[in-house]
């Protein structure tokens, strides 16, 4: 068995990365990483547990407290942070290999999905050489008001496995810019990309400790959270673990990022062809075979345009080619895994009970090794059930009639969730009134849009802070004012 997908080289997938060197798992165990399309292991790397993460907090701890790096000037960090960013340029095809392996993500997309990444770090480097650090303001109290904005400290960047270098190489970037040390702890299923820009911060020089990397399962993940050295958690991920992070971080008053869960609607209006409507919603549930957060994954349709949308959809989903990740000709790949794929069939059984299924809903019969599914179609949901309230994470659509714009609103809106959102329209002052009216953290005209040069996170249950743009520098930093009887000569 190769230790690593073809196509990708770590020196060290064995060890983990601490303290600015690798050093081998207390523990000696490895993590089986087994491809969705085979069912078989394609690579394995070093099992984190509770000494690990103690060790690399302690490392990530001195490296704040006591190392250059948070007091280095900002165009000195910006500087090697844009180096790291040079080394990750380099290997976008290993990256795009590393998560079509691990999580079965078709190649197709795989290669301008990473470069895409790589490039939008040397974006969030030009918002930190914009940002201002330390600023003065007006006072009545003194001679000079300077705001200060310095480094929280000890990050955990918490990621999870469908998207696993954007996410993580995000809250690296927002860490390292702003001044803090970072402890990546990717999901244990796709761990390959943060072991790819931990090197990539060992070939920039970044100062040892600054950057460390442990790999482990929930319980190790769950010592690190509680361990009081962090200063921050920035997780992206289920809304079920968010919560256990908001709480310990609650203990003692540690910061938190949360990015979680999502239940995202689009509303059809009138004026939008509903064969165009197909075409789109189709596309857009197969994308990362639904398992992306802000997935448009209900839609609410007028009641009067219903079954025309749903035979639509189904025609679509019928002609959709469903292959490996490898296959250049796939539109629909396999699910990241074996228990992911066991929870969408179980809410497909729900379904099935409590609304019309209209297409798909079985494993392809051409394919009976690895995780596939069909696109599937559900119509006439009552949006109260649980396949229109809960988050699925696969290729499973839901049609919601609605009686009228405010039904449609009011629907959309019934939902712990508010992550994301859209209306299908060619009316933009129309799109811009019923976004405005949806509780959501971002909102697209015409299907799911997203730019994470933008900030982006949730209302509701979908989250706690937002990342991406010059605000995802914020949740990074603390604020101290300083009142003094002049200026400094250098801020």
């Not at 949360?258 to 197969?286: M, Q, V």
């Not at 639509?312 to 959709?320: G, Y």
């Not at 949901?381 to 290729?395: K, L, M, T, Y």
Request: hydrophobic share 45%; glycine share 10%; net charge negative.
């Amino acid at each position: 068995m190769p230790p690593l997908p073809q196509g990708v080289t770590i020196a060290n997938p064995e060890s983990l990365y601490i303290g600015g060197r690798w050093v081998r798992a207390h523990s000696g165990r490895l993590i089986e990483l087994v491809s969705p399309d085979t069912e078989q292991v394609v690579a394995r790397v070093a099992e984190a547990d509770e000494a690990d993460m103690d060790a690399a907090v302690a490392a990530a701890r001195d490296a704040f407290d006591n190392g250059p790096w948070p007091t280095t000037p900002p165009a000195e960090r910006i500087a090697t942070f844009r180096r790291m960013v040079t080394h990750l340029e380099g290997r976008v095809a290993e990256l795009a290999r590393a998560w079509s392996a691990q999580m079965g993500g078709l190649a197709s997309f795989a290669g301008p999905m990473h470069a895409g990444g790589v490039a939008a770090l040397h974006q969030i480097a030009t918002f930190a050489e914009a940002f201002a650090f330390v600023e003065q303001r007006p006072t009545h109290a003194a001679a000079a008001a300077l705001i200060a904005h310095e480094p929280v400290g000890v990050v955990a960047a918490i990621a999870p496995w469908n998207g696993p270098f954007g996410i993580m190489a995000n809250k690296v970037a927002y860490a390292l810019l702003t001044g803090c040390t970072v402890i990546m702890k990717p999901s244990p299923e796709t761990p390959l990309e943060a072991y790819i820009i931990a090197e990539a911060a060992e070939a920039a020089g970044i100062p040892a400790g600054v950057v460390n990397l442990v790999t482990g399962h929930r319980e190790a993940s769950d010592h690190l959270v509680c361990n009081e050295g962090i200063d921050k958690v920035s997780f992206t991920g289920s809304t079920l673990a968010g919560k256990r992070i908001a709480t310990v971080c609650a203990g003692r008053m540690a910061r938190c990022t949360l990015e979680l869960g999502g239940k995202s609607a689009a509303i059809l209006r009138d004026d939008f062809a509903i064969d165009h409507a197909a075409k789109l919603l189709t596309g857009t549930i197969t994308l990362m075979s639904g398992q992306v957060c802000a997935m448009l994954s209900r839609v609410i349709v007028p009641r009067h345009r219903h079954d025309e949308l749903a035979a639509a959809i189904a025609t679509e989903m019928k002609q959709v080619r469903i292959g490996h990740s490898d296959d250049p000709t796939a539109q629909l790949g396999p699910v990241a895994m074996k228990r992911q794929l066991e929870r969408i069939e179980g809410y497909i059984e729900e379904g099935r009970r409590t609304a019309t299924l209209v297409s798909g809903g079985q494993r392809p019969s051409h394919l009976n090794v690895g995780y596939f599914i069909e696109p599937t179609l559900f119509a006439n949901v009552d949006n109260s059930s649980r396949i229109a309230q809960e988050e699925i994470f696969g290729p499973v659509l839901s049609l919601i009639p609605a009686d009228d714009e405010e039904d449609a609103i009011r629907l959309a809106n019934s939902s712990a969730y508010g992550l994301n959102g859209s209306v299908l329209t060619h009316d933009a002052q129309a799109a811009y009134r019923i976004g405005r009216r949806i509780r959501t953290g971002g909102f697209g005209q015409n299907g799911l849009r997203m730019d994470f040069g933008l900030p982006f996170g949730g209302f509701k249950q979908s989250g706690i802070g937002r990342e991406g743009g010059p605000e995802g520098l914020l949740p990074y930093l603390e604020s101290k004012t300083m009142l003094l009887d002049g200026v400094p000569e250098a801020l």
